[in-house]
């Protein structure tokens, strides 16, 4: 079965602090693309990251990173330095069946809040 | 380059009503998504366009239909509102949905309240 868990339902930091968010995956797929999206309180999902199954290199874009570990059907999301701007929903997405289906499947979503 | 616009941004009805939500997606873009994010639900497709054809929905009533123009643009129609339908609907589109790599660009939502 096609499966996100974000088992991290609500963190707090403080700002400044480093704040990782934690992805696992199930999928038949044996290629498959993963993603990363942030819900502000706006509501309007941003897309923050798209990344293949056959590339596991860690991938960096100013303060956040990207762990993704295949062995272990992990994609973890960390911020450095949070800033209070980050606070938000964020979702750890996968396609279903690989396209196939047309949908993305998202996880239940982390609420990260940076308190200043 | 304008992003997926969604109207409207919300939307009040009464049960037993019919809400209709439109979507435009970026320009270029055939593929055209339905999610309904209800308070505790998550994130829940609904509907799937491409090139004006419905191509997947998801696990919801029949009640929940759409449509998509030859432009592009989409229409979500909720009919027999019930109060369970109160949530964020959001519409995203793409290019290119094959083998998974979507690049799904999401609109702002439509915040639909059943009273």
């Known amino acids: 079965a096609q499966k996100v868990t974000q088992a991290q339902t609500e963190i707090s930091v403080v700002e400044k602090e480093d704040v990782t968010l934690d992805c696992v995956y199930e999928t038949r797929d044996t290629t498959y693309y993963l993603f990363w999206y942030k819900q502000p309180p706006s509501g309007e999902l941003v897309f923050l990251i798209r990344?293949?199954?056959?590339?596991?290199q860690n991938e960096i874009s100013g303060r956040y990173s990207w762990n993704f570990q295949k062995s272990t059907s992990s994609f973890n999301f960390t911020i450095t330095a949070s800033q209070v701007v980050d606070s938000a929903v964020y979702f750890c997405?996968?396609?279903?069946?690989?396209?196939?289906?047309?949908?993305?499947?998202f996880g239940k979503g982390t609420k990260l809040s940076v308190k200043p | 380059e304008a992003g997926v616009t969604q109207s409207p941004t919300h939307l009040i009805k009464t049960r037993g009503q019919q809400a209709t939500l439109r979507c435009s997606p970026i320009s270029g873009h055939t593929s055209v998504y339905w999610y309904q994010q209800a308070l505790g639900l998550g994130l829940q497709f609904l509907l799937w366009?491409?090139?004006?054809?419905?191509?997947n929905r998801g696990n919801f009533p029949p009640r929940f239909s759409g449509r998509q123009f030859p432009n592009y643009s989409s229409e979500l129609n909720v009919n027999a509102l019930e109060l369970e339908d109160s949530a964020l609907y959001l519409c995203?589109?793409?290019?290119?949905?094959?083998?998974?790599?979507?690049?799904?660009?999401f609109g702002s939502g439509t915040r639909l309240t059943v009273v």
């Open positions: 997405a996968l396609p279903n069946y690989g396209g196939s289906q047309g949908n993305l499947i």
């Open positions: 366009y491409d090139e004006g054809e419905e191509r």
């Open positions: 990344r293949n199954s056959f590339d596991e």
């Open positions: 995203a589109s793409s290019l290119d949905w094959d083998r998974g790599n979507y690049g799904y660009t």
